[in-house]
């Protein structure tokens, strides 16, 4: 027995409200981040993300209300990412009841910032978040084959992903959250080479997100090497759930809770 | 109701502390006051991060002073992750050697595993007559989140006293995942963000600890 595979559901959020929710049987309203978070959690989930995609900064407010009030009623461990930007920005977070904070693009501009995060509030609360895609014909080539992207995976960062990885795990962070920008929103399945390829270069937990559609998707991303598999949209849409997922990965001999 | 002070010395998520107990029937009130956390029925520590800052904190609100005490008088402490592994003699991470509360003898020190921190949810293995652990099943998982943990149990079992009761977890190697001690208890994992098997550690510590 050791530690169990997480599945983690993240819910894109935007104004205080979910993006793209489907009603569920059980919800009364599926527009509402605290009740999605209820839902998930009686289902089995191992953590909550929360995905802030509000556009305008005058509305961040709001995402402190809502991860205020799920942390008064979901007992499970809760990371927010989008928009951070300043070790107050995770601070401000953390005070409102986040367990962990992710940050993604103010990182790539300033790689200081994550060393700064991580002695400051303690590597276990800051996650790395990765946006990744292969390189494209005719851009510059990486030596892993893949690069960070930024502005939701439309444009290059022109640094090479698995290095990033690696650096995030050198400058203190706790965890890495790899998104793959190309299988995400394909349903096609993760990208197992690019699990396995920072796996190989971190000892940090890694998370694998993008690219899940069924629940056999699930244990090959475990074998290449994540620790936590992460999902929005097969969730949110009800395609797949939380049970369903765990009961396939058990199957293949994966532990989960 | 009884009253439990979750001690505020500049660690973490405390919001989470004082929601998990309350949602188990306690008076919670977050703060740094040594009065109130003396008097108190229950005390919580909490802590996450590196030991050195969490001793540093706990040292600027007399927090050694403050478990001291209660223990002396029998009044019940709950330190929860680095919350426990401030009790104690020592921490050392990165090198750096930082004195402990030293309620127990032993070391805090970086865990060898491949992957770390130890994140997640794992299941522990707790000896016969444990309260904290009464009623829930020996595959029930509780969350983790830590680098460093107390590798070694090193006090000895001595005739006069009753020998506290050490659960133990796997990521790696066995680390010590909780300490019963008469009035004085710990866990390393989470109870406040371990669902409904953490509810069920804090609702046991309330009654039967704090009582």
């Known amino acids: ?257 | 109701m009884t009253r439990i002070v979750v001690l505020d010395y500049g660690s973490g998520n405390l919001r989470s502390a004082e929601r998990a107990l309350e949602r188990v029937g306690a008076d919670v009130t977050v703060t740094s006051d040594f009065d109130a956390a003396m008097e108190a029925d229950g005390l919580v520590v909490p802590g996450v991060g590196a030991f050195a800052t969490c001793m540093k904190g706990l040292e600027e609100v007399r927090g050694p002073r403050i478990i001291g005490r209660r223990l002396a008088g029998g009044r019940p402490v709950l330190g929860i992750c680095v919350g426990m592994q401030v009790l104690f003699d020592r921490g050392v991470e990165f090198g750096e050697d930082t004195q402990g509360c030293g309620e127990w003898p032993g070391t805090v020190e970086r865990i060898k595993a491949d992957v770390l921190p130890h994140m997640g949810w794992n299941t522990v293995t707790t000896p016969p007559g444990s309260t904290l652990f009464a009623g829930l099943d020996a595959d029930t998982r509780f969350y983790f989140v830590h680098s460093f943990g107390v590798r070694r149990w090193e006090l000895e079992d001595s005739p006069a006293l009753r020998p506290p009761l050490v659960t133990w977890t796997h990521h790696g190697e066995d680390v010590v995942a909780a300490v019963e001690n008469g009035a004085l208890a710990a866990t390393q994992f989470h109870p406040e963000k371990s669902g409904d098997a953490g509810a069920t550690v804090l609702q046991n510590w309330l009654r039967d600890v704090v009582g």
């Open chain 1, 1 to 257: 027995m050791g530690v169990a595979v997480r599945v983690i559901p993240c819910l894109d959020v935007d104004a205080g409200r979910v993006v793209k929710g489907v009603n569920f049987r059980e919800l009364r309203d599926a527009g509402d981040p605290v009740e999605m978070a209820r839902v998930y959690d009686a289902e089995g989930a191992d953590e909550l993300t929360f995905l802030d995609v509000t556009a305008s900064s005058s509305e961040r407010g709001t995402m402190m209300d809502v991860v205020r009030r799920t942390a008064e009623q979901v007992f499970i461990p809760l990371t927010v990412g989008g928009g951070i930007r300043t070790p107050d920005d995770v601070d401000a977070m953390l005070r409102a009841g986040a367990d962990k904070v992710s940050v993604n693009t103010a990182a790539i501009a300033r790689p200081e910032l994550l060393h700064e995060m991580s002695r400051r509030f303690g590597s276990q609360c800051i996650v790395l978040s990765v946006d990744a895609r292969r390189v494209p014909d005719g851009e510059k080539p990486q030596p892993s084959g893949y690069e960070v992207t930024t502005h939701g995976g439309r444009r290059s960062a022109g640094v090479d992903a698995v290095e990033w990885a690696r650096r995030g795990q050198e400058l203190g962070v706790g965890e890495i959250l790899l998104n793959s920008m190309d299988a995400d929103g394909t349903r096609a399945g993760f990208d197992i080479e690019m699990i396995s390829q920072v796996r190989a270069v971190v000892d940090v937990p890694v998370i694998a997100s993008g690219g899940a559609g069924e629940v056999g998707h699930f244990a090959p991303a475990v074998r290449a090497g994540a620790d936590a598999v992460l999902a929005a949209s097969v969730f949110h849409f009800g395609t797949l759930r939380i049970s369903e997922v765990k009961d396939a990965l058990r199957g293949a001999e994966v532990e989960v809770r």
